[in-house]
């Protein structure tokens, strides 16, 4: 009670001051004022919502579900819950600002409004009063947010805010400190002096000038970035179909859809992505900021409707073949761009029309269609390995068709793992088989754009599926479980697939565990299990029955990719640093003594990595690798005297 | 510079094949088919001297129905139209049959050059080409490593055994077999394929050709090389190994 | 229409091994056949050349007859040339077989030259047999993965080449025979082509796509300070030094003599890998070679699941031991 009437008192000797009149001369000069500032802001903005409208619609869009829609509004833009979890500190300051922005709605308003000797709120009431000081409070955080932004964009400078400083960042962060300023400073005068007109004018004036800066500016976020996070594509790199005969991906300006455009104008240039893209990290041209800039760049100069390429003075073709499509880029992006529809879009783009010449590119688009596989391989050595191994061939009676992939049929390592992930099904019972034909999902020309080749691949394993029956895989490989789960649904209705991660941990009780001193095993998230998916407790929970589980710096979402995914396994030497080199020193650094690998191209990537990176380097295993040993430790275990002993 | 560009469809290299009941051809069904690889380099060169000195290239094959494929390929990488003998009993024929189609097919089309792979990679007899030039007339040169085009002739460079060439000139028209990985193949395309679609294909059925002469050579039989064991594992101590590897490396690969 | 007629092939004075392969071939068939056994090459009749000398060399060979098909325009090798020259010899001897080592010149105008006669040529040859009257012609096909037995069929001769190494020239019989001489009609304006003199390419960089030998080293090497020895098995072999990825990556070799998915990918005749493992990124650029030799000392390395051949031992051992065998055989 006491504090109540205290703060009461407070309120009325210390409350908010407008001038209680405006003369016909201010009113007219304001109205001339909003007119003018107006006029700014559709000037330009009007450009751009030409330019997104009048782009080519998205073929396969849909506003179902809205369900998700709206919690993917209420979560990331309400809650700003990505851009705080991803960047606490400058994530609360910018939500600071976001959420005073959206007290101070009304407060701007009303300020207008009695401009006009409309203004609806009262300091004096007791509804306006509250209003006032619950605008104060944001106000303060507001100030105190956005000077905390301006101290780390102009002074702590991290690298991803681009090396060139942006002046119109610094303008916009001293207009708002501006207006925070003048509306708390109001506070302390009374209404009738002459400083509370100055303040008055002066807070109208920043918002006047404020307004016409947003749509030339990357704060045209403001405005786009909650229709953006609305009407995002929703699934995590979802490649659009292609639409009709002229249709090959994002050639030229004509190319472009309204989301893209939409997304372009959204960015907020924050570099969240920058900073966790491999390739920039490693050295190489590919920045996945600068190829949505190039985007909105081009929109500017030519518009959605030019037969100008994309790739070329506003894209880079060597950046767009970067991309290891781990996707961080799109997992951080605050304002929901998605960058790699747009970069895989490119290279579709440059794959489909024969613009991109690579020789390994080649070589890898006709060893896959020729022999089915990417490793160009002959079909017999598949077969060989089978018979070796005594795979049970997959005739409708089991429960499972075990998915080789490439890795698995080919590669010496791929092979070991599904020779004890084959271990791991016979330990649980479980009934299994392989396919007598196989070819390779089409994963790496799905990511390098070569819808061709892929639609061969794609169809002729569907044809496979439907003559054998199969209607539950499991495989070894992320980019297989992708690519059938998701990419494969465009040429028809794929069957069930589970990662071998996702299947163990199913039957993680029935698995044995290392009761105790079990190996450090430091675990990587491969991407396409991780932020593709969404599966990272699964590969922990398994591997945790044989040893202690330990992350890397970065983990889970923020996992640094291998270096092989998006075909660049493929690729040849890539420029800079190898990023498999970059992430095996991370994963040694740990300590662990063994690296724990879920995907046979990590696999791949980290058996050169470690051994070039340390002189002593953690023994790689996959997760099927690790189950395997521990459970012949145990069935050894179990046949020793002292154990049966204690069993009987 | 019309081009005439001569290919084949073969099964896909390391495809399994098995032999069929008359003992005398694989067994067919169950088998992938794609461009006989040698053609496909004799295309790519096509294509590149089209690009340099414009004209046209058509592209021939005799075959089967499923040889479709391997024109709607060639339509795709850059062919202007192609013309298919069908026919099912190339296996059959021998060079000289196959050469006298290919012969009849393009006698009217009066190309300035007529290209080929140096070889088959099913039958590997290499003739093709060469009968093809002595049918039409016109010279030829083998195992082509470039073609740089003039005025009415051509210079080709040639290859000879153990590193040594040889540029020769030859007027126009004329045939060469094209030599394996002398470029760069070039992969087809979506927009290629789409293309191919409005492409002419002009279809000749092999009873519409003049009947080839008897064949004088016939294949009584095919079967599987005696079976050398997967890997030879070596034997005994450094110098013992060393001298039955270079034994081997003597009688079997023939490299010393 | 009688005997066997082998056609020789030489350059610059000498014949190549290929040729008395193909000889041992046509003394094959002479035998079976009990037809006479005759052996001809193509000479330029100008400028002085010692043609006695020259044909000598076949003349103590064991043959029925020998022949030099002389003219100015067989200086220089030209289809039309040969083919003129060969036709008009071939009706004049009138022989039952002809008999070609499969050389790339072979492979140039034989064909056109049995057109000429009706026929084809059975290219290629790895063997023959008689059976009952006839001859049984064994070829390759579909990259050796198969053979296949030929029967000629035709009324006219039968043209056949035989490839390299398929028959021992060190079964060649010894004898003497006379040599004849022989001069084709020429029209220097029916010769279409004009070739200039061979040249080989002046030293460019490492091109492992083309080389028939490579010798490819990997991890086991250990030291950058051992590769000599194996540069030196390379020499021996006359071959093209390689490595696999950790190799290059340490800058003991340069990048462009890496073979693998990020280097070359190559295909020669013999690959012989020593201390590589066999990654996948390396098999992959090595799988269409047409023998594998691998050398290393843990024997479950993947590299002997690709190879033809292996040898678990020490490299440090076996390669040195290896590169004086091929010495000794070499100079033999």
């Excluded at chain 1, 970069?343 to 010449?357: K, S």
């Excluded at chain 1, 990417?374 to 075990?402: H, V, W």
């Excluded at chain 2, 409005?198 to 519409?208: P, Q």
């Amino acid at each position: 009670m006491n504090n109540a009437l205290t703060a009461h008192a407070l309120a009325t000797t210390l409350h908010y001051a407008e001038p209680p009149s405006f003369s016909t001369a201010e009113m007219v000069l304001l109205a001339v004022l909003i007119v003018l500032s107006l006029v700014g802001f559709f000037r330009r903005f009007d450009r751009v919502l030409r330019n997104i409208f009048t782009a080519r619609k998205d073929p396969d869009f849909h506003l179902a579900p809205i369900g998700r829609r709206i919690w993917d509004f209420f979560w990331e833009v309400l809650c700003q819950a990505k851009v705080i979890k991803e960047r606490p500190l400058p994530g609360l300051a910018h939500a600071f600002v976001f959420w005073g922005f959206l007290a101070f709605a009304l407060v701007s308003l009303n300020h207008f409004a009695s401009g006009f000797r409309l203004g609806f709120l009262d300091a004096d009431s007791l509804i306006g009063g509250f209003y006032f000081w619950f605008a104060a409070i944001f106000a303060l955080l507001v100030a105190v947010g956005i000077a905390g932004l301006f101290v780390r964009r102009f002074f702590v400078r991290p690298i991803w805010l681009g090396r060139k400083v942006s002046i119109e960042s610094g303008i916009i962060a001293f207009l708002i400190f501006a207006l925070m300023a003048t509306y708390l400073a109001a506070f302390t005068i009374p209404s009738t002096s002459a400083a509370a007109r100055g303040l008055w004018w002066t807070h109208a004036l920043c918002i006047l000038v404020f307004l016409p800066l947003i749509p030339h500016t990357k704060h045209l976020h403001l405005v786009l970035s909650p229709f953006t996070i609305f009407l995002s594509r929703g699934e995590f790199s979802h490649i659009p179909p292609l639409s009709g005969d002229e249709d090959f991906g994002l050639v030229a300006g004509k190319d472009l859809t309204q989301l893209v455009a939409l997304q372009a104008y959204s960015c907020v240039e924050c570099g969240r992505c920058t900073e966790h893209c491999p390739a920039n990290n490693t050295g190489k041209v590919l920045n996945p900021k600068e190829i949505i800039l190039g985007v909105r760049s081009y929109l500017n100069d030519l518009g959605p409707h030019s037969e100008e390429p994309l790739l070329g003075k506003y894209n880079s073709q060597e950046a767009a073949f970067q991309c290891t499509t781990c996707g961080a880029c799109e997992y951080q992006c605050p304002v929901g761009i998605e960058h790699l529809p747009v970069i895989i879009g490119l290279r579709r783009g440059a794959v489909n029309t024969g613009a991109w010449e690579d020789d390994h590119g080649t070589k890898l688009f006709l060893a896959l269609e020729r022999n089915g596989n990417a490793l160009g391989m002959s079909s017999t050595e598949r077969d060989k390995f089978i018979k070796k191994q005594e795979l049970p061939i997959f005739d409708g009676s089991q429960e499972y068709c075990l998915w080789l992939g490439c890795m698995g049929a080919y590669d010496p390592q791929g092979r070991e793992i599904i020779a004890s992930f084959a271990k791991v099904m016979d330990y649980l019972g479980t009934s299994y088989g392989v396919l007598k034909k196989e070819k390779c999902t089409g994963d790496p020309v799905r990511r390098l754009g070569n819808d061709l080749v892929f639609q061969q691949l794609a169809e002729q394993n569907l044809e496979i599926m439907k003559q054998q029956k199969v209607t539950r895989i499991v495989t070894i490989c992320p980019h297989c479980v992708r690519t059938i789960a998701k990419d494969w649904q465009e040429y028809g209705a794929s069957p069930e697939i589970e990662h071998h991660s996702e299947f163990m941990a199913r039957y993680q009780d029935k698995l044995p565990r290392i009761s105790e001193n079990g190996p450090s095993i430091v675990y990587h998230d491969p991407c396409y299990l991780g932020r593709y998916r969404g599966s990272y407790d699964q590969p922990r929970e398994v591997l945790a029955r044989s040893g202690k589980v330990i992350d890397p710096p970065r983990a889970r979402e923020r996992s640094f990719c291998c270096g092989a995914g998006g075909g660049l396994a493929f690729l040849g030497e890539e420029s800079g640093e190898r990023v498999s080199h970059v992430r095996a020193r991370e994963l040694a650094a740990t300590g662990a003594s063994i690296v724990g690998a879920a995907c046979p191209f990590c696999n791949t990537m980290f058996r050169d990595a470690l051994a070039a990176t340390s002189d002593a380097p953690p023994q790689l295993l996959d997760i099927a690798q690790i189950t395997a040993q521990t459970i012949a430790a145990q069935s050894i275990a179990n046949t020793t005297p002292s154990n049966g002993a204690q069993n009987a | 510079m019309k081009i005439i560009v001569a290919i084949k469809q073969v099964p896909v290299r390391d495809s399994t094949l098995r032999i069929d009941s008359s003992g005398k051809w694989i067994d067919e069904d169950d088998l992938s088919y794609e461009i006989n690889e040698p053609d496909a380099y004799a295309l790519e060169e096509a294509l590149q001297l089209k690009e340099k000195h414009d004209g046209e290239v058509i592209a021939v094959l005799a075959g089967p129905e499923r040889g479709s494929q391997t024109i709607r390929e060639a339509l795709a990488k850059g062919a202007d139209r192609a013309i298919h003998i069908e026919c099912d009993d190339l296996a059959s024929l021998d060079t000289l049959g196959v050469a006298s189609r290919l012969a009849a097919a393009i006698k009217d089309e009066k190309a300035d050059l007529i290209l080929t792979g140096l070889q088959s990679d099913d039958l590997g007899l290499g003739q093709t080409g060469v009968v093809l030039a002595e049918l039409l007339g016109i010279p030829h040169a083998t195992i082509i490593m470039q073609v740089e085009a003039g005025d009415g002739s051509i210079k080709v460079k040639r290859e000879l055994e153990d590193g040594w060439f040889q540029h020769v000139q030859m007027p126009l028209p004329a045939l060469l077999t094209i030599q394996s990985g002398i470029s760069k193949l070039r992969y087809a395309t979506l927009m290629g394929i789409k293309k191919a679609k409005t492409k002419e294909v002009r279809r000749i059925a092999a009873g519409d050709l003049p009947q080839a002469a008897t064949p004088t050579v016939t294949l009584a039989r095919i079967y599987l090389p005696e079976k050398k064991k997967e890997t030879q594992m070596i034997e005994g101590s450094p110098n013992e190994a060393a001298a039955k590897l270079v034994e081997k490396l003597k009688f079997e690969v023939r490299v010393i | 229409m009688s005997g066997v007629l082998v056609i020789l092939e030489h350059k610059g004075g000498s014949y190549n091994r290929m040729s008395w392969e193909a000889l041992a071939a046509g003394q094959q068939i002479a035998v079976a056949s009990g037809q006479p056994l005759s052996a001809a090459v193509l000479v330029s009749n100008e400028g002085g050349s010692d043609l006695e000398s020259f044909t000598g060399e076949f003349a103590n060979k064991k043959l029925d007859k020998g022949y030099r098909v002389e003219h100015a325009l067989l200086k220089d090798y030209t289809a039309d040339g040969y083919i003129s020259a060969l036709e008009q010899f071939i009706k004049k001897i009138d022989p039952s077989f002809i008999v070609f080592p499969h050389t790339y010149q072979v492979r140039d105008f034989a064909p056109r030259l049995a057109a000429r006669f009706g026929q084809v040529l059975l290219a290629d040859l790895v063997g023959l047999r008689k059976e009952g009257d006839s001859f049984v012609f064994v070829r390759q096909l579909f990259q050796g993965k198969l053979n296949a037995d030929y029967r000629h069929t035709g009324s006219g001769p039968c043209f056949v080449s035989v490839q390299a190494g398929a028959f021992r020239a060190e079964s060649l019989e010894a004898g003497s025979a006379s040599v004849e001489a022989f001069a084709p009609e020429l029209d220097a304006t029916a010769i279409r082509s004009k070739p200039e003199a061979p040249f080989r390419e002046a030293a460019q960089t490492v091109d492992l796509s083309s080389a028939p030998i490579i010798v490819s080293v990997g991890r086991g090497i250990k030291e950058q300070d051992n590769l000599p020895m194996v540069e030196e098995l390379a020499a021996a072999l006359g071959g093209e030094l390689a490595a696999s990825r950790p190799i290059c990556d340490n800058g003991w070799l340069p990048m462009e003599r890496q073979v693998g998915s990020s280097g070359q990918t190559v295909s020669p005749k013999l690959y012989l890998a020593v201390g590589i493992s066999g990654a996948i990124q390396h098999l992959v650029g090595m799988k269409g070679s047409k023998t594998v030799v691998a050398i290393n000392k843990d024997e479950n390395a993947p590299i002997f699941e690709v190879a033809d051949y292996g040898i678990v031992g020490d490299l440090f051992e076996v390669v040195p031991a290896l590169t004086e065998a091929v010495k000794k055989a070499k100079g033999a």
